[in-house]
Structures are given as structure tokens and as C-alpha cells.
């Protein structure tokens, strides 16, 4: 996690702190992906994929966050995106997934309105590094994630909980979605530049009126919350008007800067949520667990319900301003152990298997 000068990232910082992963385990290794790539694209090959997407580390490139580039780090993405080329598999870069320069996060990270650019330089640098021979570009992976799980739900890094700061998250990840998508329109003509989005599809718990609203209020804070002000419709307060709060941080020309014309919008589905109203504040609406409904669940306890995927395409699709939608993540969490030299996985066979069928009937 930290050879040939690569920095703590916020999740490096999260994930050595006591408490936070099951087992008190980290991510110093995991897949070992640094020392194993050329293995992980020959696996992918032999299944006949014909794309490899993969994420960017910037606290490898750029390890103080600003200024000085990491050659060592440049190199390895190099030898990385000539591996794919070389096997006949077609690179498609994501910027950013989650890592943040501990530095930056140090100084608020998302919450702080200089990383708009903070990360237009190294989103500058990337593209302007790779583009010659990568051309399929994603600038962020699933915000929600990011700001919600970071700055608010506190479960993932940077392990905050504070609605101020992911209001001004949430803001931030907007402007610099837009910004990404501009700054590699300029470095690479002829990219195809597009950004993903975690989706779930949404359902109230019952017909009752007061449960549909909640589902409502859900779907705007998980579906809606960024895809529609990257279209110039804004923030999804009428649904949401907690979210009006956001206001406090705009500043002039913020509107229009919002908005960038996309290739492609990447769809990340993965489960349903089913709702009813609660007392809790802002989003009054509370989940109704897998498990409390009875229902196929994988080891996270979410629902494996596969007609939600088509439901989100349907969703998505009947934005006017969307070009294109690709799947750019869908699986499940499930047990599964090695066997000889296999891994016998039903399960998630069977998951992809289905999804694909209500995609397609």
C-alpha cells in the first residue's frame, strides 16, 4: 500500500484504525493487484472480456495531493495500460474511486471547496498522461458512496457524520464530476468520457400514502441526488427538501458549472430497497432489512433481486439528456471457497445469469 512512493490515502488512514474493518484487518495487501496485475488481465482475457476497467490511485501520482508527480506511479499505469493493449483487452481508466491523498482529507477532503482543484490538476494530469492511449475515461465512481458513507453514515473513509460536511461533499463531487468530464474533452478530443453512479431500485414497503413519499424521498437522496443537476435540473428538492440546504454553498456561476454533456452515464445496480416512513430526520424514511422481509439476501444482508436492475435502466433511460448507459458495476456478496483449482460459484453465476434475463425479456 505504500511501495515505491505511493502516500496514505484516507482509506489506508481508515482502515488502520482499530475497530473499523471486521476482524481488524486492513487493506495493506488485499488482491496484492500491484505485484499480480499481469495475472488479473490474463484472467480477464481467458474469459473473453474485451474491457478491463480499473481505478487510479491518486495518492500514487500524486502523493502530497498537489504538486510533485510520482514517476514510480506513473509507470506502473503505463505498464499496466500497455498489458491490456498487448492481450487484445481495452482499457477504460476511472479516476477517481474513493482513495483521497490523506493530506487532502487531512484539510476536510470533499468537504473542503478547494479540492475542486485539487482534483482538476490531477485529473490534468492523468489524461493528460494516459489519453494518447487510453480513450474510454470515467471521472467519478458512485458518489453516494463517497460523501454519504464518508461524510455522513460514517462507515466508510473518512469515517465522518456530520450533515454539513456532506451537503458540502455532495456539492463539491457535483462541480467536480463536471469539471472532470470538461477537463478531459480538452486533454482528449476524441474520448469517450462518461461517470457511474450507485443506484438501488426503490420501493415503499406498502400502498400506503405515507410510505410511497418516503420511498419518493429515498429514491431522490439515492437515484436523483447527482445525475440531475449534471443534467441542469438541479437538486432534487421537491421530493427532498432537505437538500435545499445545499444552497448555503453555491457560489456565482455554480448553476451552469454543474452541467457537462456526457458520452455515457455507467449504471451501478447491485440490490432493492424496500422503505417506509420513519422519524428520522431529513430523509424520514428508515429500510426495511432482507432479512426482516424474508426475502434471497447475500452476506451483506441486501435483497438479490434481479427485475431492479431493469427497473433502473427503464429509470434512468427516460432522461432526455442521457446519451448512452453502459453497466458499469452489478454483482452480489456471497461465501465461496476454493476447491482444488477452482471456486465453485453458483451463486454469483447465477446472479449475473439472471440479470442479464430481465435485461433482456
Known amino acids: ?137 470515467i471521472v467519478l465512481n458512485e458518489q453516494l458512496s463517497f460523501t454519504g458513507g464518508g461524510y455522513l453514515m460514517g462507515n466508510l473513509a473518512p469515517g465522518r457524520r456530520n450533515i454539513k460536511n456532506f451537503l458540502r461533499a455532495v456539492h463539491h463531487s457535483v462541480l467536480c464530476n463536471a469539471d472532470g468530464g470538461r477537463i478531459i474533452r480538452q486533454n482528449i478530443p476524441d474520448a469517450n468520457i462518461g461517470t457511474s453512479f450507485f443506484t438501488a431500485h426503490i420501493e415503499p414497503l406498502n400502498q400506503e400514502q405515507k410510505n410511497i413519499e418516503a420511498a419518493s424521498r429515498v429514491d431522490a437522496g439515492i437515484n436523483r441526488l447527482f445525475i440531475e443537476p449534471l443534467l441542469g435540473l438541479g437538486y432534487p428538492e421537491d421530493a427532498l427538501p432537505a437538500l435545499s440546504k445545499i444552497r448555503k454553498h453555491f457560489e456565482a456561476g455554480d448553476e451552469d458549472r454543474m452541467v457537462f454533456d456526457f458520452d455515457f452515464i455507467g449504471i451501478q445496480y447491485y440490490f432493492r430497497s424496500v422503505v417506509e416512513k420513519s422519524i428520522i430526520p431529513g430523509i424520514r424514511a428508515k429500510e426495511i432489512k432482507a432479512s426482516e422481509r424474508g426475502v434471497d439476501a447475500n452476506e451483506m444482508d441486501c435483497e438479490v433481486h434481479h427485475e431492479g436492475l431493469f427497473h433502473i435502466l427503464k429509470k434512468f433511460s427516460q432522461y432526455k439528456g442521457i446519451r448512452n448507459l453502459l453497466i458499469t458495476e452489478n454483482g452480489t456478496s456471497d461465501p465461496d471457497a476454493v476447491d482444488g483449482a477452482k471456486v465453485n460459484d453458483i451463486r454469483r453465476i447465477e446472479y449475473i445469469k439472471y440479470n442479464m434475463q430481465s435485461v433482456i425479456k
Open 1 to 137: 500500500w505504500k511501495e515505491d512512493g505511493k502516500s496514505e490515502s484516507n482509506w489506508d488512514h481508515f482502515t488502520h484504525k482499530s475497530g473499523k474493518i471486521e476482524r481488524n484487518e486492513n487493506a495493506d495487501v488485499a488482491t496484492d493487484y500491484y505485484h499480480r496485475y499481469e495475472e488479473d488481465i490474463e484472467l480477464v482475457r481467458s474469459m473473453n472480456f474485451k474491457v478491463f476497467r480499473f481505478s487510479l490511485s491518486w495518492p500514487r501520482i500524486i502523493p502530497k495531493g498537489v504538486g510533485e508527480i510520482n514517476q514510480a506511479g506513473i509507470d506502473f499505469y503505463h505498464r499496466l495500460i500497455d498489458k491490456c493493449i498487448a492481450v487484445g483487452v481495452e482499457p477504460w481508466i476511472t479516476i477517481y474511486h474513493w482513495d483521497l491523498p490523506q493530506v487532502l482529507e487531512a484539510e476536510g477532503g470533499w468537504a473542503n471547496r478547494k479540492i475542486l482543484d485539487w482534483f482538476s490538476e490531477y485529473a490534468n494530469v492523468v489524461t493528460k498522461e494516459f489519453g494518447s492511449k487510453v480513450k474510454n475515461w
